[in-house]
């Protein structure tokens, strides 16, 4: 079985598609587990499968796998190196799909002594829209779970060690662009025109005082300047439009809330005490993903049922996850699964998925599913 697993991952990961694009994974997704007898899924959020399993009386639980890539160019040489040039599986999206079905295998093979179990494999999680398409999608019922579970790969941390966390697991993380709307005008003449590149410089300065940088503040919050931009290179006319983007990430969903307003307020002030109009727009919108104690407890005692190595988190993951919009409405839990010491970071070219602990993430998800239906 881990042989095919194995298999899997690699024609994943040869074939990456990037977030909302996900059109041959779906197929290769219902191919597989095709073989397994797990046939008849409902498509949901465009791109992604929800496969449901009914074995008695106890909670509805959601198991949420992710199955997009990112546009990066992959490093590698190995034989299963992304065939498409600047789109790769570089943060291991293809080891959680595989992890996904290898559950569903093992749920056909042993079924649970009770419970409801729906796994989703969501599609455009590294964009923050696929977690709201799925739950916007009327053959997906957000209501109807009582729990709701997911998992991320950790390079860094040893191979195989459970990493949990109650409370805030990731943070809320959105992007802020702001466009300013001036009037061009000749560069020897810059008077008889409305430059936004002023306004830039105070907001950029504005976004580094508002910042409280320590992580283990209370009131965290990052204001990262991403890009701005305002006029050409033609020396003699002075701009008259620009804009400038923003990252905003904040540990708590209120705190997002309440720095964000700030920031665009303090924004549409410095726009129009330099006589610009302005538009701001929120994008990439990542909430925060909060660890439920109970369903946290029975990761943890999943992991010690399993023998294997377990770390509580201090602090949060400092990047953004989708996952965070369903434990905004379900009790739910992400863990961390170590990834190994040696192993290049996510999101960097040479990275790649452990095949090691497919069957770890599979092991892991099963028997956190009997603590909750157990315990429940």
Same mark, same amino acid.
């Given at each position: 079985?881990?042989?095919?697993?194995?298999?899997?991952?690699? %024609?994943?990961?040869?074939?990456?598609e990037l977030s909302g694009c996900e059109i041959r994974t779906q197929k290769s997704i219902q191919s597989f587990l095709s073989k397994f007898g797990a046939t008849s899924p409902r498509k949901v959020g465009n791109t992604?499968?929800?496969?449901?399993?009914?074995?008695?009386?106890?909670?509805?639980?959601?198991?949420?796998? @992710?199955? %997009?890539?990112? *546009?990066?160019?992959?490093?590698?040489?190995?034989?299963?190196?992304?065939?498409? %040039?600047?789109?790769?599986?570089?943060?291991?999206?293809?080891?959680?799909?595989?992890?996904?079905?290898?559950?569903?295998?093992?749920?056909?093979?042993?079924?649970?002594?009770?419970?409801?179990? %729906?796994?989703?494999?969501?599609?455009?999680?590294?964009?923050?829209?696929?977690?709201?398409?799925?739950?916007?999608?009327?053959?997906?019922?957000?209501?109807?779970?009582?729990?709701?579970?997911?998992?991320?790969?950790?390079?860094?941390?040893?191979?195989?060690?459970?990493?949990?966390?109650?409370?805030?697991?990731?943070?809320?993380?959105?992007?802020?662009?702001?466009?300013?709307?001036?009037?061009?005008?000749?560069?020897?003449?810059?008077?008889?025109?409305?430059?936004?590149?002023?306004?830039?410089?105070?907001?950029?300065?504005?976004?580094?005082?508002?910042?409280?940088? @320590?992580?283990?503040?209370? @009131?965290?919050?990052?204001?990262?300047?991403?890009?701005?931009?305002?006029?050409?290179?033609?020396?003699?006319?002075? *701009?008259?439009?620009?804009?400038?983007?923003?990252?905003?990430?904040?540990?708590?969903?209120?705190?997002?809330?309440?720095?964000?307003?700030?920031?665009?307020?303090?924004s549409k002030t410095i726009a129009t005490s330099n006589n610009l109009g302005i538009e701001t727009e929120l994008t990439a919108v990542f909430a925060s993903n909060q660890n439920d104690s109970f369903v946290s407890d029975s990761i943890k005692n999943a992991a010690k049922k399993l023998h294997l190595d377990i770390k509580e988190c201090g602090r949060p993951?400092?990047?953004?996850?989708?996952?965070?919009?369903?434990?905004?409405?379900? *009790?739910?839990?992400?863990?961390?699964?170590?990834?190994?010491?040696?192993?290049?970071?996510?999101?960097?070219?040479?990275? @790649?998925?452990?095949?090691?602990?497919?069957?770890?993430?599979?092991?892991?998800?099963?028997?956190?599913?009997?603590?909750?239906?157990?315990?429940?």
């Amino acid at each position: 079985m881990n042989k095919e697993l194995i298999a899997f991952r690699h %024609d994943l990961h040869r074939n990456p598609e990037l977030s909302g694009c996900e059109i041959r994974t779906q197929k290769s997704i219902q191919s597989f587990l095709s073989k397994f007898g797990a046939t008849s899924p409902r498509k949901v959020g465009n791109t992604g499968l929800l496969y449901s399993f009914t074995f008695g009386n106890g909670p509805h639980i959601l198991v949420r796998v @992710d199955i %997009d890539a990112l *546009p990066i160019l992959e490093l590698n040489e190995f034989e299963y190196k992304s065939e498409l %040039d600047g789109v790769s599986h570089m943060c291991g999206h293809d080891g959680h799909t595989t992890i996904g079905a290898g559950l569903i295998a093992k749920l056909l093979k042993s079924p649970l002594e009770g419970g409801s179990v %729906d796994v989703l494999f969501q599609p455009a999680e590294e964009n923050g829209e696929g977690a709201k398409a799925v739950i916007d999608d009327a053959n997906f019922h957000l209501s109807s779970y009582d729990y709701a579970i997911a998992l991320h790969n950790i390079p860094g941390a040893p191979m195989h060690q459970v990493l949990w966390k109650k409370g805030s697991f990731t943070p809320a993380v959105q992007s802020l662009i702001i466009r300013l709307y001036g009037k061009s005008s000749h560069a020897a003449q810059p008077l008889k025109g409305i430059n936004p590149a002023y306004a830039i410089g105070e907001m950029l300065h504005m976004a580094k005082t508002l910042e409280v940088i @320590d992580e283990r503040h209370p @009131d965290y919050a990052l204001i990262t300047p991403i890009c701005a931009n305002f006029g050409d290179r033609d020396y003699g006319i002075a *701009p008259g439009y620009g804009e400038v983007h923003f990252t905003i990430r904040s540990w708590e969903q209120s705190k997002m809330v309440r720095i964000t307003e700030v920031f665009t307020n303090l924004s549409k002030t410095i726009a129009t005490s330099n006589n610009l109009g302005i538009e701001t727009e929120l994008t990439a919108v990542f909430a925060s993903n909060q660890n439920d104690s109970f369903v946290s407890d029975s990761i943890k005692n999943a992991a010690k049922k399993l023998h294997l190595d377990i770390k509580e988190c201090g602090r949060p993951f400092p990047w953004g996850e989708d996952f965070g919009l369903f434990t905004q409405h379900i *009790p739910g839990a992400m863990f961390g699964l170590g990834a190994g010491l040696d192993t290049p970071a996510l999101h960097n070219p040479d990275y @790649d998925f452990p095949d090691e602990i497919i069957a770890t993430g599979v092991n892991i998800f099963y028997t956190t599913l009997e603590e909750i239906i157990f315990n429940q």
